[in-house]
Structure formats: C-alpha cells, structure tokens
C-alpha cells in the first residue's frame, strides 16, 4: 500500500510541478498578494493633506497649528484667511479635513472655559475622514491638556495615556503579514487540489487511474497529500519573509503554528476535492475554487472583524476554516499564544476537515461508479 501511495504521491507532485500553468499558480498569485497586501492594501491614513484658519490672535492658536504641522501624519497643512476657502478645499478634494480655529481660542483656554476646534471632513471618504479626525482630537485634547498641567488651571484633569498591546507601535504589518500566511496556504491549497480530478478528467486518465491497482482511499490520499506539502512549504516561506523581510516578532511555537496548519490545509483540500470531483475541466474547477475563495476571505476577519456583520451572516463563518487559523497565525507571532489556545481554535478545524473529506470521498465515490 505505501508504494502505491508513495508512487502516487510522487507522480501528483510532478505534474504540478511539470506544467508551466501549474508553476505559474504557485508562484504567481502569492507574490502578488504579498505585495499587494502588506504595501497597497493599508488601512493606514498617512500622508493627509489639511487647510487651516487660524483666527486666534493669541499664542495658544498659534501652538496648536505648530502642533499639527509638526504630525507626521500630515503632508501638508495649508493656512487659508477665508471660510469660503475652507469649503472649496472640501468640494474639490484638495484636503480631507478643514480645521478652523476660533476668534476665542486663547482666550477660552486662559479663561478655563471649553475651547473648542471645529473639524470639518470629506464624508465621501468616510473611514479616512473618521481616522484624521481622531487624530486630530488627539493634538488637540494633549494640548489643551497641557497648558492647563502647566497653568494649574485644573489640577484634577486626567490624562489618558494608551499602552497597545502585542503591537506597540500599531505597525500595519504586524497585522496584516501574519494573515496572509492562512491567505496564500488557503489559495495554493485550495487551487492545486481543485484541479487535481479535473485535469485527470480533461486530460483522459482518469479512467486509467481507476484501473490502477489502487483503492478509492489510496487515490484521496495521493490527491490530499501533495496539495498539503506544497501548502507547508508556502507558508514555511511566507514565515520567513514575515520575520526577515517584515521584521515581524515571533513570540510563539512554530511546532503550534504547524501542527493547526495540518488541520487547517486537511480542511482546505477536502473543499479543493468537493470542487474537483464536480467540476468536468480545469476551467471549471479554477472558476470554482475562486468563487469560494472570495467570501472565504471577505468571512474570515482577515480585514473587518466578526463582531461588526450582521448578527445572520456570523453563523457563516464558523464553517470557514480561514476564521480559525487567521487566529493561530497571529496569536502564534504576535502574542506567543498558549498551547490550549491553539487546540481551541484547532478542534473546529478537524471537525470541519472531517466534514470536508468524508463528503469528497463519497462524492468521489459515486463519480466514479
């Protein structure tokens, strides 16, 4: 029986490995979601460009444009003399954000009164213009606090000092690099195993693999195994790049990491095979797994959290193997996730490639009687 297994084993690896297409896919779309995903897709707000009126005459307004200049958030703090200079910044998109400083600015803060600052934002770019705004209240909140620490104007004032966890610095990377760990092992799974029965269909031999002295568990395991291998060695790569290249810490167990990342790529490839032993051609097949890849990712928390879709799409994504080990990757590097941790969000896994599995063999089964 391990010959067999083996024999096959080693002839799925070669056909992969043979095809310029096939080497292509390996290669091809997880270089361009590194790019794309660790440098162009950012949820980040950098390089922002403002206008301001100042119409405080005393020092306090003054400082606080300084402080606002000196942002390295902002690219460019335009000053303007005119209100109706403000709104043409805003309806021609020249700035995301208008700041107008009051007449009684100085004056206010001196007083002990409430100073306020009026921020006017471009709502068309809704989750940018939230962001500067909370940058914004930020420079201007540790301003006013400041002057009234130095003034003893009010004593009693708190001062909130944020300490983040696991990401200090709130590097975008941190967060985005380790997932995309469970992304590419997630596409190379899926995609190998999905055309793994439709090639043998197109190519006709698939009826001389059913003639083969091999039984229908011998042929699942030698269209299982293979995809599994390819996927451990992407994301032995990708780990690779992620602490070399990215500089991001790991702080876990990679034998964690790897042991979820059997279940995790055992799940994907019982998905890769329920595709392929519907799908006639190669075509079909890639068309197939692309269309479950899509909401896969859109369901797994990769770049919105769980908690903020609606109450009716949750229950979806707890038959999504992607929720789970977006989990373990980023546990394992960010925080050195426990062992106990890592099997909680490894049963689902297993259940999930049970599942997965034991309706491709039947599926595979019946196609082939």
Known sequence: MWARLLALIVKE?????????????????????????AFAATLEVKNVDLVVLNRDEGA?????????????????????????ALQKAIDQQQAICAVHIGPSFSRDLVAGRPASVQFMLDGRRSNAAQIVNGYLGTIVNTYVADENERS????????????????????????????????????IGLIVTALSVARERELGTFDQLMVAPLRTPEILLGKLIPPMLIGLAHITLYVLATVLIFSVPLRGSLLLLYGSALFFLAAVAGIGLFISSLCATQQQAILGAFLFLAPATLLS????????MPPWLQPLTTVN?????????????????????????????????????????????????
């Open 13 to 37: 690896l070669l056909v992969v490995l043979r095809d310029p297409r096939s080497r292509f896919i390996l290669v091809g779309p997880p270089v361009v979601q590194l790019v794309v995903f």
């Open 301 to 308: 928390g990769f770049a919105t959290p769980i908690e903020n």
């Open 321 to 369: 193997p992607l929720r789970y080990f977006l989990v373990v990757t980023r546990g394992v590097f960010l925080k050195a996730m426990p062992f106990a941790e890592v099997v909680k969000s490894t049963v689902p896994l297993f259940f999930i490639a049970v599942v997965t599995l034991t309706v491709a063999a039947w599926l595979f089964r019946r196609r082939t009687e």
């Open 60 to 84: 306090s307004g003054l400082e606080l444009v300084r402080r606002i200049e000196g942002s390295p958030t902002f690219r460019s703090v335009l000053a303007v003399h005119d209100p109706k």
């Open 152 to 187: 003893h104007r009010v004593a009693s004032t708190p001062r909130v000092v944020p300490r983040n966890w696991f990401n200090p610095n709130l590097t975008f990377t941190w967060f985005t690099v380790p997932g995309l760990i469970a992304i590419v092992a997630q596409l």
